[in-house]
């Protein structure tokens, strides 16, 4: 019974279930289109390293440019960031999560700072780190190079910040 007194049937209307049909698709791939696919992601896996590479030699140009500065203008710490965030970003990805935690540290270091030449020498490590880690291939943690290396960069960071 309803409020007012009165009976009223209630119907269940079920809508049509087209996801579910469709989702029931069988998907087979023959061994040379698994192939080709497998071709394809190594390929680009070496792409990105290469450019991950081509990005970090950039870094390093770029800190150069800065050696003669007693501080960083706004400017320059926006495109240090850039890089340092553009390495991080990626790095993960393709199993180079050392290259993700470098930079991550890198970019909370640079974090609401201004960059003097004191500085500079921290940044430089951790652009060294992720050479260390690119040359080496060093994938996922790192082992005890990578333990090593972000052991280091901590107490670098640190030391510097306790120096602030």
């Known amino acids: 019974m309803s409020q007012n007194g009165s009976t009223a049937s209630v119907h269940f209307i079920t809508p049509p279930d087209d996801l579910k049909r469709k989702a029931k698709t069988s998907l087979s791939f023959d061994e040379n289109t698994l192939k080709k696919a497998e071709h394809a992601v190594a390929r680009f896996l070496d792409q990105h390293r290469d450019w991950c590479e081509n990005e970090l030699d950039g870094f390093k140009n770029f800190i150069e440019t800065l050696d003669d500065h007693e501080r960083l203008n706004e400017a320059e710490m ?79 960071v640190t030391a510097a910040q306790q120096e602030v």
């Open 78 to 156: 926006e495109v240090l960031f850039k890089f340092a965030d553009s390495l991080r970003n990626n790095g993960g990805m393709f199993g180079y999560d050392l290259l993700t935690e470098i930079g991550k540290s890198l970019c909370w270091y640079l974090a609401d700072r201004n960059v003097d030449s004191a500085a500079m020498l921290v940044i430089r490590l951790h652009i060294d780190g992720m050479g260390v880690v690119l040359s080496n291939d060093l994938k996922g943690e790192g082992g005890l190079i990578g333990k090593s290396l972000m052991d280091d960069l901590r107490a670098v």
